[in-house]
């Protein structure tokens, strides 16, 4: 069973900047491919950025040139670094685990999100 922690998250002025942070255990941490999603309130949840395991990153338009996601399989954590942070970031921001084994299917895990929430 994998487990998904994230952290990192908070109360920010807009133009500001957040490091989320997911920390995974349980796993072989980096045959997985890691994404960021996101929701706000009477939303979908939205994808916000993913890494595959050969650390091949994209990122949604809306945060493109803003955000940035990275990995460190040595710590088992993946990164979300927000720069330039608007109000409409405001959200729930989830960290998920992806990968589909041959034979097997897909399996996907997912943290227990942690608030981000952009105001003045």
């Known amino acids: 069973q994998v487990q998904l922690v994230e952290s990192g998250g908070g109360l920010v002025q807009p133009g500001g900047s957040l490091r989320l942070s997911c920390a995974a255990s349980?796993?072989?941490?980096?045959?997985?491919?890691l994404g960021w999603y996101r929701q706000a309130p009477g939303k979908q949840r939205e994808l916000v950025a993913t890494i595959t395991s050969g650390s091949t990153t994209s990122t949604a338009d809306s945060v493109k040139g803003r955000f940035t996601i990275s990995r460190d399989n040595a710590k088992n954590t993946v990164y979300l670094q927000m720069n330039s942070l608007k109000p409409e970031d405001t959200a729930v921001y989830y960290c998920?685990?992806?990968?589909?084994?041959?034979?097997?299917?897909?399996?996907?895990?997912w943290g227990q999100g942690t608030q981000v929430t952009v105001s003045s």
């Open positions: 349980g796993t072989i941490f980096s045959i997985y491919s």
């Open positions: 998920n685990a992806h990968k589909l084994f041959p034979g097997v299917g897909d399996r996907d895990y």
